[in-house]
């Protein structure tokens, strides 16, 4: 119970108010957003003794008016120092992924789509980035119920033809 307590505030905080549940899986939710229309998987990060300056959470959208399935978003814990960059590291591989001053996103679907092949057959994920400090940060992402959240995110918002 508390997990869905924490995955329904954040869903609140994110950019969308999210309208309907469509299940909780381990550390991840499923959600739909009629009035956008969107739906998502979204989890936050796991907890740190590091300072942080936002909430930081990740989401896997799909935007079906925009024919999108699949775009990855990642709030950081920390403002992004201008000019440099995120990374995110899933087991072995490293993904150069382009940010805003608190957020990043993968350079382009076909990073967006190995992102989430990669997802579904890792225990964690961490995104690396800089401080407006310079001082080096990073967010850690628990996958245990990724693969099922971002199925459920995908039925909820089918493609039209």
């Known amino acids: 119970m508390r997990k869905f307590a924490a995955l329904a505030l954040l869903a609140l905080a994110a950019p969308a108010v999210a309208k ?3 299940g909780i899986f381990s550390g991840w939710g499923a959600f739909r957003d009629a009035s956008v229309p969107r ?5 936050q990060a796991q907890p740190s003794a590091a300072s942080r300056s936002f909430e930081p959470y990740a989401t896997v ?4 008016a925009r024919r999108i399935r699949g775009q990855v978003h990642f709030r950081l814990s920390r403002e992004r120092r201008e000019a440099t960059s995120v ?9 150069p992924m382009t ?3 608190a957020d990043a ?3 382009d679907t076909t990073t967006d789509a190995a992102i989430v092949a990669a997802m579904r057959s ?3 994920m961490r995104v690396f980035a800089t401080d407006t400090r310079g001082r080096r940060f990073s967010d850690t992402y628990a996958l245990a119920g990724a693969a099922s959240a971002m199925d459920a995110a995908t039925l909820g918002c089918p493609m039209r033809r």
């Open 39 to 43: 739906c998502y998987a979204i989890a």
């Open 87 to 95: 990374v995110l590291r899933i087991g072995r591989r490293n993904f």
């Open 105 to 107: 996103w993968a350079r």
């Open 61 to 64: 959208a799909t935007w079906p």
């Open 122 to 124: 890792a225990d964690t």
């Open 20 to 22: 309907d549940s469509l």
């Open 99 to 101: 940010g805003g001053k």
